[in-house]
């Protein structure tokens, strides 16, 4: 009884709105009544890096929600979770009974951490099993799949949202906040980069275009664009393109290293790259009475920044716990996540715009 309260207590105080708003949120009452004090139960789906390394060690770490399920195609990795993490085996699926987590009061968000060919499929099954839904970037192959998946959330009246962490972290939420409200008067230049050197598996499915949708761009461009997205708080009209490739035999099937230019209503210059043969990290903001920058920009920990030269000093946090604490409040209250499925849907635009433009040559518009 006592650690019910706390519990309570702390998932109270972890929600930004307070008792008298969730008194009022129907949603709230209604998981209230059926699980008075009880943080919400997130399951896992797809028990690879991404999960293993980081989604389930932030889920130690959480106040609003806690590792309750998983989901695994592979039978050793069901046993080694079941102990590590003290999960019963009644809240363990696999791909073939997936959709029984409908009848599961235990799960009420389902966190598709799978390969990006399958998070449109499982986003829709999760919802229409009526749970509420993370999903992970990129959100879908493009954007008219992202489309269909918030269509699906909507209609099964479930939230959805997409794992983008940053918008929870220190700096970064320090960055939007100097471009979008012009504290040094308007953003003149954007100039960001994300990738990294890829010389793992070359049969994986991030290099299979039918399995990624893309390479370097999907994987790691996407946060450059939305980097540029979130300093300016507004969104790119058109986009031009081009692309290197120095490994052919390597990517034969995806993008290496691409480069674009943003064009946004308000006439700034953004230039931004990404790359799967090149370490980079950063994003660099000119502004019509002073400057500011971070990098590294998109990682999970380190995120170090300059504002006129000076260095930020914000304290390092687990971003996927801050992340995913918030979703579950949003769940708690019944309102949208700051990172919705339509933020997905707006990368995705950019990069089927971006795909458009290498093919063509020529400026494309975005939408
Ligand atoms: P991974 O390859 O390590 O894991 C994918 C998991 O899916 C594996 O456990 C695999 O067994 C399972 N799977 C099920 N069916 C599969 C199939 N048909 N083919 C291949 N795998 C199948 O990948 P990951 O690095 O964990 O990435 C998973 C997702 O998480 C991707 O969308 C990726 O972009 C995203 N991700 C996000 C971040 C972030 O910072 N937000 C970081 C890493 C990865």
């Known amino acids: 009884m006592t650690n019910q309260n706390t519990s309570r207590r702390n998932f109270i105080r972890n929600t930004s709105l307070g008792l008298s708003a969730l008194a009022l949120s129907p949603v709230f009452a209604k998981l ?53 993490y003290n999960i019963p085996e009644k809240n363990i699926y696999n791909y073939q009974n997936f959709d029984e987590i409908a009848k599961n009061p235990d799960i009420d968000i389902v966190y598709v951490v799978l390969p990006v060919f399958m998070h449109k499929e499982y986003t829709i099954r999760a919802a229409k099993a009526g749970k509420h839904v993370i999903c992970e970037k990129p959100m879908a192959l493009n954007a008219k799949d992202c489309e269909e998946m918030i269509a699906a959330c909507k209609k099964a009246n479930r939230l959805l949202s997409i794992g983008y962490r940053l918008h929870f972290e220190p700096h970064t939420m320090e960055l939007m906040r100097l471009g979008q409200k012009q504290v040094f008067g308007k953003v003149t230049t954007i100039d960001t980069g994300n990738g990294f050197t890829y010389n793992g598996d070359p049969n994986a499915w991030r290099l299979k275009k039918a399995m990624a949708g893309g390479g370097g761009l999907m994987d790691m461009g996407i946060y450059s664009i939305q980097g540029s997205r979130y300093t300016l708080g ?22 290496e290293t691409v480069y674009w230019e943003l064009k946004f209503p308000g006439g700034q210059k953004v230039n931004g790259k990404s790359s799967y043969n090149h370490d980079w990290g950063y994003l660099k903001v000119q502004a019509e ?75 494309e518009t975005v939408g």
């Open 289 to 363: 009475k002073g400057s500011f920058q971070l990098e590294p920009a998109y990682g999970y920990g380190g995120i170090d920044g300059l504002i006129n030269g000076k260095p930020m000093t914000y304290p390092q946090i687990i971003q996927q716990a801050a992340q995913m604490d918030d979703f579950a409040a949003c769940v708690a209250r019944n309102v949208q996540s700051r990172v919705p499925g339509e933020e997905g849907l707006k990368d995705m635009r950019v990069v089927d715009a971006i795909y458009r433009s290498l093919d063509s040559g020529k400026w």
């Open 234 to 255: 507004q969104e790119p009209i058109a986009v031009k393109a081009s692309q290197e490739k120095t490994r052919p035999d390597f990517f034969k099937e995806v993008d």
């Open 32 to 84: 209230a009544m059926a699980k008075p004090g009880k943080k919400l139960g997130i399951a896992l789906v797809g028990l690879g890096y991404y999960s293993s390394g980081q989604l389930a060690p932030a889920l130690q770490h959480t106040n609003n929600c806690y590792l309750a399920g998983i989901v695994t195609g592979t039978p050793s990795k069901a046993v080694d979770w079941a102990k590590k």
